[in-house]
Nanobody
Framework: QVQLAESGGGLVQAGGSLRLSCAAS????????MGWFRQTPRKEREFVAG????????YAEDSVEGRFSISTDKSKNTVYLQMNNLKPEDTAVYYC???????????????????WGQGTQVTVSS
């Protein structure tokens, strides 16, 4: 069973950057699509970015595309989310997750992911 652990969150001013990390242990995620999601108390968990097992990335349109970038380091079994030009509306708890089935393309539905990290808080001040 894979376990995921996010890190890298924190408090940053608007316009700043953060890089989130998601370290997987227990088994490799190399055959699974990975996703980053975020959630606030007022909104349901929403898709932010994802990457297929073959390295194709997908981003939530409008909200983060062009500012966020997902990448993986399979040698470290780690997924990253580079977040630039952060805005106050990016404030949320960020989660990484693995798709429930191997060799699947990235999906934006959180129900397609069955393993989640504990989340890391990102707060962007104006």
């Amino acid at each position: 069973q894979v376990q995921l652990a996010e890190s890298g969150g924190g408090l940053v001013q608007a316009g700043g950057s953060l890089r989130l990390s998601c370290a997987a242990s227990g088994r490799t995620f190399s055959n699974f699509a990975m996703g980053w999601f975020r959630q606030t108390p007022r909104k349901e968990r929403e898709f932010v970015a994802g990457m297929t097992y073959y390295g194709r990335s997908t981003y939530a349109e409008d909200s983060v595309e062009g500012r966020f970038s997902i990448s993986t380091d399979k040698s470290k079994n780690t997924v990253y989310l580079q977040m630039n030009n952060l805005k106050p509306e990016d404030t949320a708890v960020y989660y990484c997750a693995t798709h429930s089935s191997p060799y699947q393309t990235t999906t934006m539905n959180s129900r397609d992911y069955d393993t989640w990290g504990q989340g890391t808080q990102v707060t962007v001040s104006s």
